[in-house]
């Protein structure tokens, strides 16, 4: 019997973030006597022992902040001639994928996949500058190039966007169908009231998400509507800076932190309302679930549009625009209905999970064909 094809996935940790969760929803509906991940990560994850359970191998090692330049390159090229045998290897870093790509070409791996899930980076001044040098030498090193929407090929490859492979993100479309028993339970876990009004956040802590912004406009928001609450979930190296933040405006008894949790489509019953001023997103997977559990958003225009199902749930506003962004929470709270889609729609925009699995499997053994 033919031994499964292993992927190595280059990320920084398998945590709940867009890209951790992400590639869990295909790995665990995977055949995984056909296909198996393995990853090369910087530190440990929330998704690790599951992933040890799938069959997937972890390896680590130190990030480019821990070992600067020279040693990060130094422990690429000593993993890779270590494990020469994988056919494909799949970088999911943007522009730092230059490194391991780099380090793969040289050491002999076939099949190397650079994928971009950004819309645009946050780095300013000199750092800016060294990452677009970085993105403009990855053509030289990948021999495939995917992203999560054509915003995001258009971001990373430029001039190559158009040979960039659009992979979409599937969801479990019975998780995120909007179910009032499911939010009743919710909100009585958390103690909350029905004429509460509940503004939630799903993501890691990082600056990309720009929580402070995000708990300015809460604060903005209870002067006018003071029954209302701010619940996110998530955890990321931010966290002591969040917390910090809800204490300096004293809102602690209206802001639930709850951590990294597995049943996010529960939580997203719980909302009333979907904020998202990230600073720069390819397409945030979680928009696409809001939106299947009917839940209005308003995000941030330098979102992929294409997260928009057309259903009427999806609002941009331009981040400087705070005044924009609290009209656009007040008309959230005046208009409180739920409107939960029909998971057709889902279907036909391509995010069915079982359709997603069988492209990607697919997708890999052409790669792996193509490799040898």
């Known amino acids: 019997m033919e031994s499964a094809l292993r992927i190595l996935h280059v990320v920084e940790s398998m945590n709940q973030s867009e890209v951790g969760t992400m590639l869990m929803n295909v790995y665990r509906n995977l ?53 020469r045998f994988y056919i494909v290897m799949h ?31 946050n780095a300013t001044g000199t750092v800016k500058m060294l990452d677009e040098i970085a993105s403009s030498l990855i053509p030289l090193y990948a021999t495939h190039f995917f992203a999560s ?48 009004f509940v503004i939630g956040h799903i993501g890691r802590f990082t600056a990309q998400k720009n929580y402070h912004y995000l708990i300015e406009l ?80 308003i995000a941030s225009d330098s979102i992929s549009k294409e997260v928009d199902l057309g259903v009427g749930l999806v609002q941009f506003i331009p981040i400087d625009n705070k005044r924009k962004w609290l009209e656009a929470m007040y008309a959230a709270y005046e208009n409180k209905a739920r409107n939960p889609i029909a998971p057709e729609i889902l279907i036909n925009k391509g995010y069915d999970l079982e359709q997603v699995v069988h492209q990607t499997e697919q997708t890999y053994l052409q790669l792996r064909d193509d490799g040898i």
């Open 31 to 83: 055949d995984r006597s056909k296909v198996q991940f393995d990853f090369l990560t910087n530190e440990e994850g929330d998704y690790d022992q599951e992933i040890q359970q799938l069959g997937g191998l972890i390896y680590r090692i130190p990030s480019i902040k821990e070992a600067g330049i020279t040693g990060y390159r130094k422990s690429l090229r000593q993993f890779f001639k270590g494990h």
């Open 91 to 121: 970088s999911h870093i943007d522009q730092m994928s230059i490194y391991p790509l780099r380090a793969a070409k040289r050491t002999g791996i076939p099949v190397r996949v650079a994928h971009s899930h950004r819309t645009k980076g």
């Open 218 to 297: 809460f604060v903005g928001f209870r002067r006018r509507i003071p029954q209302s609450k701010l619940i996110l979930v998530g955890d990321g190296p931010l966290r002591a800076e969040i917390e910090a933040k809800v204490k300096q405006y004293r809102i602690q008894d209206h802001v639930i932190l709850l951590g990294a949790k597995e049943d996010l489509g529960k939580w997203l019953q719980v909302f009333d309302l979907f904020i998202f001023p990230s600073l720069s997103e390819g397409l945030p997977l979680t928009l696409v679930e809001a939106q299947g559990a009917g839940l209005p958003i």
């Open 149 to 196: 929407s054509p915003e995001a090929a258009e971001w990373l490859f430029k001039r190559r966007a158009n040979q960039a492979e659009i992979m979409f993100k599937a969801i479990d479309l019975e998780r995120f169908c909007y179910s009032h028993s499911l939010r009743e339970q919710g909100r009585q876990e958390l103690g909350i009231i029905d004429k509460e």
